[in-house]
């Protein structure tokens, strides 16, 4: 199959090609594209005979030539897992005549599908994951499913932590892209601040949720950078629970992509699981609201898959207790193909890789 560089009339709408279409993703997107620029990696728009696109992000090696791309979660789902493999093998060949010598993937594909196998029928192997997990918690929407019937299918007690939070006089803020006089709906407020300003204060929430939870972010201005470009294009939600008195208690980061809303950050302070404990729940619910009301077909609430293992947690392991309280909502877990690579040129993938982890070696301060 011909692939080519995408032309002016269709970079105008990439989006629409890539994020989109069900199971578009957002870091396909043209906002993703720029940002990754910032920071050395060189996109490539292309796009297939078939009508098919994808964004590929390349690195090239210090001194030798040659590079390794990525295709953040593409190509996105289409057809079966046989023609899903004709694309991503027609995207390589491509990368490969650009002098590429090493191609990853991570396309959000059911493993039922069987796009494994066929991805290692075109020489795609499977690798440990680029993104921070493999598998999803996926609420399925749609088909007549409506904000009553969702409350019905959420655990009792949860149902009750998401009503005491409201009886609580908890209010949840709404961050996204919309007019001045555009309706928010029922349950979210209006921000009274500046977006920068709520993110800011969101990733200094990740930064004490991590410390709880053992895990760590990269640096704010990438971080807040990015969050701000995607919330700038419509990509980005943020939901920021308040007390009565105003106090920040919780928040939880979505994108809006592909027909579904998809979880990608929650924090809470430590705090606030003591006073006001449905705090959580609430935004879930919201968020949840949210996805009904916009016709998505699915509310997608992240992965939990124990790292390394890439399985659901077992109870007294640390994801354990998020698994369960994502599963109370009627979440179903999820499993994806996960990342595989295509290695085109062992000895300069090598000797690229020693170099390129030289070169960071040499940079660190």
């Known amino acids: ?59 090239r090696w ?61 020489g795609f192997g499977p690798i440990e994951e680029i993104q921070p997990s493999r598998h999803r918690l996926t609420l399925p929407l749609g088909h007549g499913v409506d904000e009553t019937s969702a409350l019905a299918g959420i655990a009792k007690a949860t149902r009750q932590r998401i009503r005491a939070a409201e009886r609580a006089g ?17 349950g979210f407020l209006w921000p009274g601040e500046a977006q920068e300003v709520a993110l800011d204060r969101f990733y200094d929430l990740l930064l004490e949720t991590g410390e709880r939870r053992r895990f760590s972010f990269g640096p704010r201005a990438d971080y807040v950078a990015w969050w701000g470009a995607a919330l700038a294009a419509g990509w980005l939600v943020l939901l920021e629970a308040r007390s009565s008195e105003g106090e920040p208690l919780a928040g939880l980061l979505l994108y809006r992509h592909g027909g579904r809303l998809s979880t990608v950050h929650s924090g809470d302070h430590a705090a606030t699981r003591r006073s006001h404990p449905g705090s959580l729940h609430l935004l879930r619910w919201r968020a949840i609201q949210l996805a009904i009301r916009e016709g998505c077909a699915e509310m997608d609430l992240g992965g939990v898959d124990v790292a390394g293992a890439r399985r659901p947690p077992a109870e007294g392991e640390p994801t354990y207790g998020l698994y369960e309280h994502k599963r109370s909502f009627g979440a179903m877990w999820l ?16 000797l690229g890789r020693a170099l390129a982890g030289a070169a960071r070696l040499v940079r660190r301060p």
């Open 1 to 59: 199959m011909d692939v080519r560089p995408a032309n002016a009339r269709e970079l105008e709408v990439w989006d629409d090609l890539v994020v989109t279409p069900g199971g578009g993703h957002v870091y396909q997107s043209m906002a993703w594209a720029r940002h990754r620029a910032t920071s050395g990696w060189r996109p490539h728009h292309l796009v297939a005979a078939d009508g098919s696109a994808v964004l590929a992000l390349e690195r």
């Open 62 to 122: 210090p001194f030798i030539g040659g590079g390794s791309a990525y295709l953040p979660r593409g190509p996105i789902p289409a057809g079966d897992a046989r023609a899903m493999a004709v694309r991503l093998d027609a995207f390589t060949g491509w990368l490969a005549g650009a002098g590429i010598d090493v191609v990853a993937s991570d396309a959000e594909i059911p493993a039922s599908s069987g796009y494994p196998e066929q991805a290692r029928a075109i």
């Open 170 to 186: 908890v209010g949840v803020i709404r961050h996204d892209r919309l007019p001045p006089d555009a309706p928010l709906g029922a």
């Open 335 to 350: 499993e994806l193909s996960g990342a595989h690579e295509r290695v085109l040129r062992p000895r300069r993938y090598a």
